[in-house]
């Protein structure tokens, strides 16, 4: 008998501790949640469409496209989609929606680079529930964990520490993976989700009037 599926949305910056995260939610939740990252769909784009400063009309351009950034802090990485990739991450989350409605469980590992893609994650994943998970880390700490993984350019969190989590809406629940250990973390969500999500189905219904306004002035 196919149970309602859960979903965990995991948003935070690049080495925040999400994929650590989504390992020990693995080990803890009783049944099973497939683990789904933007990593994992940035890998499976064209090797021509991940560019590096590529212009905008490039492949890399219109792709995922890493850009540097000159800022009060000094040059940073910027990750900038191009149409390209902005309608992969479309597709992700689509792609997810329908994994879930079949029945499986999911923890997305993601950033929110924007607060449209909230509002899609909200829209693609209508009637599933769905809890709303901030991962939170200190700005040093990011930059340390930055600094030793490989194949990462230097400054990308920093770059966008405080943009992916400026979508204007609350948490289910916020957790600090530089003041508290993994498997605590990953505890106290296993815990929220005793009960039932808040923030995904607020949206849904502010998205809702919003239409209905729309179409009564239509």
């Not at 992700?92 to 079949?102: D, G, K, T, W």
Request: glycine share 8%; proline share 6%; with cysteine.
């Amino acid at each position: 008998m196919t149970t309602r599926p859960r979903l965990i949305l995991l948003n935070g910056s690049s080495s925040s501790g999400k994929t650590t995260l989504a390992h020990k939610l693995q080990q803890l939740l009783d049944e099973p949640f497939q683990h789904i990252a933007l990593d994992q769909f940035r890998d499976g784009m064209p090797g021509r469409f991940r560019g590096f400063n590529s212009p905008p009309e490039s492949p890399g351009g219109r792709g995922l496209n890493i850009v540097p950034l000159d800022t009060a802090e000094g040059r940073l990485t910027h990750i900038r989609f191009g149409e390209h990739g902005e309608q992969m991450l479309r597709g992700m989350r689509r792609a997810i929606a329908a994994f879930a409605a079949v029945g499986n469980n999911v923890i997305i590992d993601d950033l929110l680079f924007k607060r449209d893609y909230l509002l899609d994650y909200v829209e693609a994943l209508s009637g599933l529930d769905t809890w709303f998970i901030g991962v939170r880390c200190q700005r040093d700490v990011v930059q340390d964990r930055e600094t030793r993984r490989p194949g990462r350019f230097p400054g990308t969190a920093l770059s966008h520490f405080h943009q992916v989590h400026a979508h204007g809406a609350p948490y289910d629940l916020e957790v600090d993976t530089s003041a508290t250990r993994p498997r605590a973390c990953a505890q106290a969500i296993v815990e929220r989700l005793s009960q039932p999500p808040e923030v995904f189905p607020c949206l849904a219904a502010t998205l809702q009037r919003a239409r209905e306004f729309t179409a009564a002035k239509g």
